[in-house]
């Protein structure tokens, strides 16, 4: 038999984030009045440990059945009053929360009109919340192994942090060789080591490991299942005498994509005259020649020497606003070994802004211009040779410090490029459902919270793939991935959320609309009954399938027709 609701609000002061436009006293006080409401309180911040002990004494001392938390987004706090509810025997899912942060104190000034606001906000909530119902937690299975997309610093750290806890890794590389892009570095920044020293313990442990599966030349096809059982299938380059790919399927718990990034296309900025002029290359390109050691153009030894940052960053016209961290500090290093090599040279650092991100980064900037390097805050628009002097070029730039226009020339020119995402990117994007942000890389599931999870349960990202970073925290990113990827295999089974999908098998027709429009996979037809089916592992609670079922025969529970009408009744 159905409880009668006794529902406990708890209003969140978020220290002055709410209580700065709203007044959160009052909001408490008129959610007495609502029906079904016990108690009402507020607190300074309701997610601390205080604040959750508030909630379970009047759980204890009240009879509370459902409870409502009016303070930031659910997507960051609701498993933390979830968990405190269920403690003292609430079911989880009659924990509702009413956003007065993100959708009424951050958003007005007036504190009268967001109060009201906020009052209607919890009203709606409690409405709600006096609808739910206890759905039974799940659980399954999952198979102990790690599939790690990409054979770079960070792939390589993730698979070797899984393996060495004795679980089973396959480490899928599209290229023939380890190491990504890291491998075609010389020295590292700030204590110029060599990559080398770095790389290859790496490599060796990945290659004589027990637990890794290397799988090189080879790259994923597809991936079918869910978190804790995901079935992935891998085709390898070396083609069969058909021409097919040979093929080969393994079975992971979690999926950890590692698959790096792409550097930036100097071409795409013709005025710059990269492939026009030999003594124009590239910050990679000037790697190679400070590992062999010469740095001469065509047989001349360069006298000045220009490096030019932010070549394909922050550049809305080539659609790329956002840093790529690392060229402020490659730059650094390259014109300090510069100088080094050629102590007679005139080095020039023709920068927006110098952004000196890392431990030591700010003092390695700072001995690169005690060795003589200079930098000159500038924008240079273009790139060209005199007729009279082809062993030299002109940069055409504005010192925006001085502000005016300057002509200089320099021996061999330096284009500090930045990264991109990977072209391969939007296939896995479709094969693992994975979002990305507006600067094209994938998206993690909250940027402060859950920054190494995507919106794919089981799969994680480390390293570039998710955004433009240095070495130490690529590694950094890549073992917290692989922690993350470790946890439902350790554990031995995967909670399973219950607000999911689900279909009255009396009222379906089997005409598979549900099934075109899911973006996650989740609904299937059952051939022999002809009737869909969902799978709630995948489900996500999106919606999109009850909306578009011509039939009404797919119920989405904890946002059943019931609940979202009488939130809307309280509102109006």
């Given at each position: 038999m159905e409880q009668e609701p006794r529902i406990g609000v708890y209003v969140c002061?978020?220290?002055?984030?709410?209580?700065?436009?709203?007044?959160?006293?009052?909001?408490?006080?008129?959610?007495?009045?609502?029906?079904?409401?016990?108690?009402a309180r507020d607190y300074t911040y309701m997610c601390s440990d205080p604040g959750q002990n508030l909630i379970k004494q009047d759980i204890r001392e009240h009879r509370l059945n459902r409870i409502v938390v009016a303070s930031c987004s659910p997507r960051m706090h609701e498993p933390t009053f979830r968990?405190?509810?269920?403690?003292?025997?609430?079911?989880?899912?009659?924990?509702?929360?009413?956003?007065?942060?993100?959708?009424?104190?951050?958003?007005?000034?007036?504190?009268?009109?967001?109060?009201?606001?906020?009052?209607?906000?919890?009203?709606?909530?409690?409405?709600?919340?006096?609808?739910l119902d206890a759905l039974e937690e799940r659980e399954v299975?999952?198979?102990?192994?790690?599939?790690?997309?990409?054979?770079?610093?960070?792939?390589?750290?993730?698979?070797?942090?899984?393996?060495?806890?004795?679980?089973?890794?396959?480490?899928?590389?599209?290229?023939?060789?380890?190491?990504?892009?890291?491998?075609?570095?010389?020295?590292?920044?700030?204590?110029?080591?060599?990559v080398s020293e770095l790389l290859d313990p790496l490599i060796e442990r990945i290659q004589n490991h027990p637990e890794v599966t290397l799988l090189l030349d080879s790259e994923v096809m597809q991936v079918d299942g869910y978190v804790g059982s995901f079935e992935v299938t891998v085709g390898t380059q070396k083609r069969s005498r058909s021409g097919e790919l040979d093929e080969r399927s393994i079975q992971v718990g979690s999926i950890v994509v590692a698959?790096?990034?792409?550097?930036?296309?100097?071409?795409?900025?013709?005025?710059?005259?990269?492939?026009?002029?030999?003594?124009?290359?590239?910050?990679?390109?000037?790697e190679e020649r400070l590992a062999e050691g010469d740095l001469t153009v065509d047989g001349r030894t360069p006298?000045?020497?220009?490096?030019?940052?932010?070549?394909?960053?922050?550049?809305?016209?080539?659609?790329?606003?956002?840093?790529?961290?690392?060229?402020?500090?490659?730059?650094?290093?390259?014109?300090?070994?510069?100088?080094?090599?050629?102590?007679?040279?005139?080095?020039?650092?023709?920068?927006?802004?110098?952004?000196?991100?890392?431990?030591?980064?700010?003092e390695f900037y700072d001995e690169a211009r005690s060795k003589g390097v200079r930098y000159r805050r500038g924008?240079?628009?273009?790139?060209?040779?005199?007729?009279?002097?082809?062993?030299?070029?002109?940069?055409?730039?504005?010192?925006?410090?001085?502000?005016k226009a300057i002509d200089f020339e320099?021996?061999?020119?330096?284009?500090?490029?930045?990264?991109?995402?990977?072209?391969?990117?939007?296939?896995?994007?479709?094969?693992?459902k994975l979002p990305t942000s507006a600067d094209g890389f994938f998206l993690e599931a909250h940027p402060k919270l859950r920054p190494v999870d995507t919106a794919m349960d089981?799969?994680?990202?480390?390293?570039?793939?998710?955004?433009?970073?240095?070495?130490?925290?690529?590694?950094?990113?890549a073992k917290a991935a692989a922690s993350s990827a470790l946890i439902p295999l350790v554990r031995g089974f995967v909670p399973v959320e219950s607000a999911t999908a689900v279909v009255n098998e009396d009222l379906c027709a089997g005409c598979g609309m549900c099934v075109d429009v899911c973006p996650y996979d989740a609904p299937a037809l059952d051939e022999l009954w002809g009737v869909s089916r969902i799978n709630a592992v995948l489900c996500k609670a999106c919606g999109a399938c009850a909306v578009t079922c011509p039939a009404k025969a797919i119920r989405l529970q904890h946002f059943t027709a019931e609940q979202v009408l009488a939130q809307v009744d309280a509102l109006v």
């Open positions: 002061h978020c220290g002055v984030n709410i209580a700065a436009t709203v007044d959160v006293e009052e909001v408490a006080e008129a959610a007495t009045e609502l029906p079904g409401v016990i108690i968990a405190a509810a269920q403690q003292e025997g609430v079911n989880p899912y009659q924990v509702e929360m009413a956003n007065i942060r993100e959708q009424c104190s951050w958003v007005h000034k007036e504190e009268e009109k967001a109060t009201e606001k906020a009052k209607s906000l919890v009203a709606s909530a409690t409405a709600k919340a006096a609808q299975e999952v198979t102990p192994a790690v599939a790690v997309i990409g054979g770079g610093i960070a792939g390589m750290t993730a698979a070797l942090d899984v393996a060495d806890t004795g679980l089973p890794v396959y480490l899928i590389e599209k290229q023939d060789h380890l190491g990504g892009r890291v491998g075609d570095l010389n020295r590292t920044f700030p204590r110029l080591e060599s698959t790096g990034y792409d550097v930036f296309d100097p071409d795409r900025k013709p005025e710059f005259g990269y492939s026009d002029y030999p003594n124009v290359i590239t910050s990679l390109e000037m006298e000045r020497v220009a490096f030019i940052q932010c070549v394909g960053s922050r550049d809305t016209q080539l659609g790329n606003p956002h840093c790529s961290r690392v060229c402020c500090m490659y730059t650094a290093k390259q014109s300090r070994l510069v100088r080094e090599m050629l102590p007679d040279s005139e080095v020039t650092v023709f920068y927006i802004d110098v952004r000196t991100f890392g431990k030591g980064s700010e924008n240079v628009s273009e790139i060209y040779r005199k007729r009279s002097d082809p062993d030299h070029v002109v940069l055409v730039a504005e010192d925006t410090l001085l502000g320099a021996d061999l020119v330096v284009l500090a490029v930045g990264m991109e995402p990977r072209d391969s990117a939007s296939s896995i994007s479709q094969l693992l089981g799969v994680f990202l480390a390293g570039c793939c998710q955004s433009p970073k240095g070495i130490a925290d690529t590694v950094s990113q």
